[in-house]
């Protein structure tokens, strides 16, 4: 099993960056696929990255080139750096991981962290 727990996120004005980092329990957090996945009021949920073991990425559209998601397994942690973010990033960000990058990317990952609030002002 794996236990996540997300940093606080922030309030930004456009065009700001923050980083949000996870930091992940247990031996066997290497093996798995891990990523970002997002929620903003009245949407959907969308995977926004994932990173594999090998350290090869997948970023949603709406965030490529803007964000850089980056692992430390020395630190067991995950960040999630976001650059020049936009009032429509604005969301609850939750860490989620999976064995499984299939089930990770149809939003159903085994093990979520608690999420934390990214606000973006215009």
């Known amino acids: 099993q794996v236990q996540l727990v997300e940093s606080e996120g922030g309030s930004v004005q456009a065009g700001g960056s923050l980083r949000l980092s996870c930091a992940a329990s247990g031996n066997t957090y290497k093996r798995y696929y891990m990523g970002w996945i997002r929620q903003a009021p009245g949407k959907e949920r969308e995977g926004v990255a994932g990173?594999?073991?090998?350290?090869?990425?997948i970023y949603a559209d709406s965030v490529k080139g803007r964000f850089t998601i980056s692992k430390d397994n020395a630190k067991n942690t995950l960040y999630l750096q976001m650059n020049s973010l936009k009032p429509e990033d604005t969301a609850i960000y939750y860490c989620?991981?999976?064995?499984?990058?299939?089930?990770?990317?149809?939003?159903?990952?085994?093990?979520w962290g608690q999420g934390t609030q990214v606000t973006v002002s215009s």
């Open positions: 989620a991981a999976d064995l499984s990058v299939p089930k990770w990317w149809t939003l159903r990952p085994s093990y």
């Open positions: 990173i594999e073991n090998d350290g090869s990425t």
